[in-house]
């Protein structure tokens, strides 16, 4: 569990050294058809190398990027680095889109804590309840999808 601002710092500093092409290999890319997969492409919004609106160049294509699982906009992302403002701009867009902690159903606090959980960012608002997320991650992953689609329907 992380402040928000850590997140970001420690984020940009993995796309930073890494990028995407280096870790983009621990998982196939794919198009992603899912409702759980819709709901974080919406979420997401842009394209965390080229900043482009996701669908906009066809299917997304998921990969990971350190622990997390974001989307790209097209196969040609694969071949460049993450751009640190797109990164900073996701996570804020999740965050946005969560809008309550999932366990304790309050609104985020301006800095949220978070945990990754199953290649997602979960934000929470205070430190105990990233051990509630971990004892029972698919309920809570479950509740930040219906938070998902309540606030990205606004």
Same mark, same amino acid.
Request: with cysteine.
């Given at each position: 569990?992380?402040?928000?601002?850590?997140?970001?710092?420690?984020?940009?500093?993995?796309?930073?050294?890494?990028?995407?092409?280096?870790?983009? @290999?621990?998982?196939?890319? /794919?198009? @992603?058809? !899912?409702?759980? #997969?819709?709901?974080? %492409?919406?979420?997401?919004? %842009?394209?965390?190398?080229? !900043?482009?609106?996701?669908?906009? $160049?066809?299917? &997304?294509?998921? =990969?990971?990027?350190?622990?997390?699982?974001?989307?790209?906009?097209? +196969?040609?992302?694969? +071949?460049?680095? =993450?751009? &640190?403002? $797109?990164?900073?701009?996701? $996570?804020?867009?999740?965050?946005?889109?969560?809008? +309550?902690?999932?366990?304790?159903?309050?609104?985020?606090?301006?800095? &949220?804590?978070?945990?990754?959980? #199953?290649?997602? %960012?979960?934000?929470?608002?205070?430190?105990?309840?990233?051990?509630?997320? #971990?004892?029972?991650?698919?309920?809570?992953?479950? +509740? =930040? #999808?219906?938070?998902?689609?309540?606030?990205? /329907?606004?």
């Amino acid at each position: 569990m992380k402040s928000f601002r850590t997140m970001i710092a420690l984020s940009l500093l993995t796309v930073t050294v890494f990028g995407v092409q280096q870790l983009v @290999e621990a998982q196939q890319p /794919q198009a @992603e058809g !899912g409702q759980r #997969d819709q709901l974080r %492409i919406a979420a997401q919004q %842009i394209c965390p190398v080229s !900043g482009q609106k996701l669908g906009a $160049h066809g299917k &997304p294509i998921k =990969v990971k990027v350190g622990k997390e699982s974001v989307y790209l906009c097209c +196969k040609g992302c694969l +071949k460049t680095k =993450v751009n &640190p403002k $797109h990164w900073s701009t996701i $996570h804020t867009n999740y965050a946005k889109a969560q809008g +309550k902690c999932p366990v304790m159903k309050k609104q985020l606090p301006q800095k &949220p804590k978070w945990t990754i959980v #199953d290649g997602r %960012i979960v934000y929470v608002c205070c430190p105990p309840c990233t051990k509630k997320i #971990d004892a029972d991650p698919q309920t809570f992953l479950s +509740k =930040v #999808d219906a938070l998902y689609a309540a606030n990205l /329907q606004k």
